[in-house]
């Protein structure tokens, strides 16, 4: 179903703030409030922790509204036009998340990713490398989605590049894997039963990837 691109904007506006709003609500309440970080780390930590996760659930749903709607498709596929829109903001979302992080990358903020001489470890440099490659291949996409590059592609190449997203995301999980999985497994970081960002992240990409191989098997099965 086609919608004024004037109102896919306006919705995906909404849904972007209503993200936004949510994640750094959720990151405040669990890193100043219960954990007492600082609110001096507020404008740039805190806020990059939303900005990953707000990433993240944008362009998870940009994956998710095609499983959706093949399986309830009255309250779905109306709203499949949001998709591109999504993923557009999102990767929009994704590049804020990189410059920040890139100005935080230092020992001060991520210490269990350095050796003593100020060298990232090896966690440290994974974590970047996948973090490095999705980014590249979410930034692809989004070119090959400007509607003048698009017209220029054959139908089914644009469809394989932009099947590479999910292996983008597959590379985001474990980027945050490697960040956070420390701390899935500590009782003192469930305080409240708060679960840290990154595993949200995890979580959610996992259900995003799960909805896809359904989509696939019962594609196989029909």
Do not use: C
Request: hydrophobic letters at 55%; glycine letters at 8%; zero cysteines.
């Amino acid at each position: 179903m086609d919608e004024p691109k004037s109102v896919g904007w306006k919705e995906t506006l909404i849904t972007v703030l209503i993200v936004f709003g949510l994640s750094l609500f959720y990151a405040i309440i669990r890193y100043n409030i219960v954990r007492n970080v600082s609110f001096d780390n507020l404008p740039l930590y805190i806020v990059n922790k939303a900005v990953a996760l707000s990433a993240t659930i944008l362009i998870g749903l940009s994956f998710l509204l095609g499983p959706l709607a093949r399986f309830f498709k009255k309250q779905f596929i109306p709203h499949l036009y949001l998709r591109k829109h999504l993923g557009v903001i999102g990767f929009g979302v994704a590049a804020l998340h990189a410059v920040m992080s890139l100005i935080l990358l230092n020992p001060a903020y991520y210490p269990r990713f350095y050796l003593e001489g100020g060298k990232l470890n090896l966690a440290g440099e994974s974590a970047m490398l996948f973090g490095i490659l999705s980014f590249l291949i979410f930034a692809a996409i989004s070119v090959t989605s400007i509607p003048p590059v698009e017209k220029q592609m054959h139908p089914n190449q644009w469809k394989l590049v932009q099947r590479f997203g999910y292996l983008a995301y597959v590379f985001v999980l474990v980027h945050v894997a490697i960040m956070g999985y420390g701390g899935w497994f500590r009782i003192e970081s469930w305080q409240y039963g708060l679960a840290s960002i990154s595993l949200i992240s995890a979580l959610f990409i996992i259900f995003v990837l799960t909805m896809r191989v359904l989509v696939i098997a019962f594609s196989k099965k029909s």
